[in-house]
């Protein structure tokens, strides 16, 4: 017999304007698959095909709001029905004043989805009343009124991303300057300072990642001072960025060619990120681009 996947379901609806589309961004960055404008007649079988095989898609988002129309009407019997029927879901419910939804059409010169040939104060008024039971049924409702873009993404995180394993995901490159900078870098280091192993013969061909091309590297006190003010600012920053909501950091470290002295560093940095039980990869970008490159490469 199949087994049946444990989903986690959020069901995002609300008014128009309200800030569905931002938030469902913000769930995006934590892990969530999302779906928007699934007719509610719909939600039942698309959440038995999750639960069946969906593999390695854990976490579903659903939106369901007035664009679907007709389809709409059947929503709250639909969650009734899952309701009886055992299968779980969390409702989020998106708000705002009249006021502030009319004031952001206004802004956006959009129509109004219930009234597309009329005033935008009466599609608020008519989608307000048709939303009114679903409303009842909600989890959690946010009220975005008065809300800026960080504030509602940390009340999103806030409700959806404090399992201890949604950690920030974070990105370590070594690059070389020559070859130009990682264009998705939020920390840049450029470590060119540091004495450079490729003009000691018997280091050329290796790379930053070979032990006694570290250990060179390593031996200088102007490398051991630099690291540990490297070491105080990341061990600053990192869970800043966490507490902000980033959902994911890349930190790149830059020499001249991307093989010695930048490897090294991102070595060092992935390990101490590691060591604290972070999530964080590696990435040598330029290391293969070298002509001096004989494919020497070792962990230290």
Same mark, same amino acid.
């Given at each position: 017999?199949?087994?049946?996947?444990?989903?986690?379901?959020?069901?995002?609806?609300?008014?128009?304007?309200?800030?569905?589309?931002?938030?469902?961004?913000?769930?995006?960055d934590i892990g969530y698959f999302?779906?928007?404008?699934?007719?509610?007649?719909?939600?039942?079988?698309?959440?038995?095909?999750?639960?069946?095989?969906?593999?390695?898609? !854990? @976490?579903?988002?659903?939106?369901? /709001? $007035?664009?679907?129309?007709?389809?709409? #009407?059947?929503?709250?019997?639909? &969650?009734?029905?899952?309701?009886?029927?055992?299968?779980?879901?969390?409702?989020?419910?998106?708000?705002?004043?009249?006021?502030?939804?009319?004031?952001?059409?206004?802004?956006?010169?959009?129509?109004?989805?219930?009234?597309?040939?009329?005033?935008?104060?009466?599609?608020?008024?008519?989608?307000?009343?048709?939303?009114?039971?679903?409303? !009842? @049924?909600?989890?959690?409702?946010? /009220? $975005?009124?008065?809300?800026?873009?960080? #504030?509602?993404?940390?009340?999103? &995180?806030?409700?959806?991303?404090?399992?201890?394993?949604?950690?920030?995901?974070?990105?370590?490159?070594?690059?070389?300057?020559?070859?130009?900078?990682?264009?998705?870098?939020?920390?840049?280091?450029?470590?060119?300072?540091?004495?450079?192993?490729?003009?000691?013969?018997?280091?050329?061909?290796?790379?930053?990642?070979?032990?006694?091309?570290?250990?060179?590297?390593?031996?200088?006190?102007?490398?051991?001072?630099f690291k540990t003010h490297l070491?105080?600012?990341?061990?600053?920053?990192?869970?800043?960025?966490?507490?902000?909501?980033?959902?994911?950091?890349?930190i790149a470290a830059g020499c001249?060619?991307?093989?010695?002295?930048?490897?090294?560093?991102?070595?060092?940095?992935?390990?101490?990120?590691?060591?604290?039980?972070?999530?964080?990869?590696?990435?040598?970008?330029?290391?293969?681009?070298?002509?001096?490159?004989?494919?020497?490469?070792?962990?230290?």
């Amino acid at each position: 017999m199949e087994e049946k996947q444990d989903i986690e379901f959020v069901i995002v609806t609300g008014m128009s304007g309200s800030g569905k589309t931002q938030a469902c961004r913000y769930l995006e960055d934590i892990g969530y698959f999302v779906v928007d404008n699934l007719p509610p007649a719909l939600i039942p079988k698309f959440a038995e095909l999750c639960q069946h095989s969906m593999g390695g898609v !854990n @976490k579903v988002v659903l939106v369901v /709001d $007035t664009r679907s129309r007709e389809f709409f #009407d059947t929503f709250t019997h639909v &969650l009734d029905d899952m309701e009886r029927a055992n299968q779980r879901y969390v409702l989020l419910f998106m708000d705002a004043s009249d006021a502030a939804i009319i004031r952001r059409y206004k802004e956006t010169r959009r129509r109004h989805p219930m009234a597309p040939s009329s005033r935008i104060s009466a599609g608020v008024a008519k989608e307000r009343e048709r939303l009114a039971k679903v409303r !009842n @049924k909600a989890t959690y409702i946010i /009220d $975005t009124s008065d809300l800026k873009k960080i #504030d509602l993404k940390e009340k999103i &995180l806030h409700l959806f991303a404090t399992k201890a394993g949604e950690k920030m995901n974070i990105n370590v490159i070594s690059f070389g300057f020559k070859f130009g900078m990682p264009l998705d870098a939020d920390l840049v280091f450029d470590v060119r300072f540091l004495p450079n192993p490729f003009y000691v013969e018997s280091m050329r061909h290796k790379s930053g990642a070979v032990a006694d091309v570290a250990a060179y590297i390593d031996q200088w006190p102007v490398t051991k001072e630099f690291k540990t003010h490297l070491d105080n600012m990341i061990d600053f920053l990192v869970p800043q960025y966490e507490k902000e909501g980033k959902a994911q950091l890349v930190i790149a470290a830059g020499c001249t060619g991307g093989m010695h002295r930048s490897v090294f560093i991102a070595q060092h940095i992935y390990k101490r990120l590691r060591a604290k039980g972070l999530n964080a990869k590696i990435e040598h970008r330029d290391l293969m681009k070298n002509e001096v490159w004989e494919h020497v490469i070792e962990e230290v």
